[in-house]
């Protein structure tokens, strides 16, 4: 168990919904980081937070938005889904600001539109 | 631009055997840090080893280590003593430190027969 928490497990959802993720970080790190892992894309990073604050930026589509709020959990809000966002989005969180830290990782969702 | 190339999609080990997995990269940037993940079926996301491109030293963790060729831009992970517990996606990653995105290569699958 890495100590990052994400909810829910699994989503079902149709095209056009928007979703939102949850990820609660391990106790006393600053960073988190969303991750995308699909079978066209594999894996691909979308963006960190570091103590609310955006800090890098990755390969996010538009209709994606992320924010971390004061207590350190972050949402990831997908949004006009379309059938190819079908994918599993892992969270990560580090004690770090540079994203070239150790990362401990959450179990991840599998996000399904249908 | 970042690339991260695994040239190997599958591979298999005996038990108790030494296998190599290739990793090769290519950045223009002059220092960097290398990463093998291991993802088992259960999808949890976890760091093998880290490498910080300036050091001249292979990185070692238990029964993994790594060759880096810094010249040749090669990273690849041996795992000694396989167990069945290694059976998992393995993916290398590359991070540059003024370039604030994580590159993943596609993963080779590595099963450890019995």
């Known amino acids: 168990d890495s100590g990052v928490t994400q909810t829910p497990k699994h989503l079902i959802t149709a095209t056009g919904q928007r979703v939102t993720l949850r990820c609660s970080p391990r106790?006393?790190?600053?960073?988190v980081y969303w991750y995308q892992q699909s079978l066209d894309q594999g894996l691909q990073f979308l963006i960190q937070?570091?103590?609310?604050?955006?800090?890098a930026k990755g390969n996010i589509l538009e209709r994606f938005s992320a924010q971390q709020f004061p207590d350190l959990h972050s949402e990831l809000n997908l949004s006009s889904l379309e059938l190819g966002d079908s994918a599993l989005y892992f969270c990560?969180?580090?004690?770090?600001?540079?994203?070239?830290?150790?990362?401990?990782f959450g179990p991840g969702t599998r996000l399904t539109v249908l | 631009a970042q690339t991260v190339t695994q040239s190997q999609p599958e591979m298999s080990v005996q038990e108790a055997e030494t296998v190599t997995l290739s990793c090769t990269y290519d950045?223009?940037?002059?220092?960097?840090?290398l990463f093998w993940y291991k993802q088992p079926p259960s999808r949890q996301m976890i760091l093998v080893i880290r490498?910080?491109?300036?050091?001249?030293q292979n990185a070692t963790e238990n029964r993994f280590s790594v060759n880096f060729q810094k010249a040749a831009k090669s990273f690849s992970l041996k795992i000694s003593d396989s167990q069945l517990g290694d059976t998992a996606m393995y993916f290398c990653?590359?991070?540059?430190?003024?370039?604030?995105?994580?590159?993943f290569g596609p993963g080779t699958s590595l099963s450890v027969i019995p």
């Open positions: 990560a969180s580090s004690d770090q600001t540079g994203i070239y830290n150790e990362q401990f």
């Open positions: 106790s006393g790190d600053l960073s």
């Open positions: 937070y570091y103590n609310g604050e955006e800090r």
């Open positions: 950045t223009s940037e002059n220092n960097y840090y």
């Open positions: 490498q910080e491109a300036y050091k001249q």
């Open positions: 990653a590359l991070v540059g430190t003024s370039y604030d995105k994580v590159i």
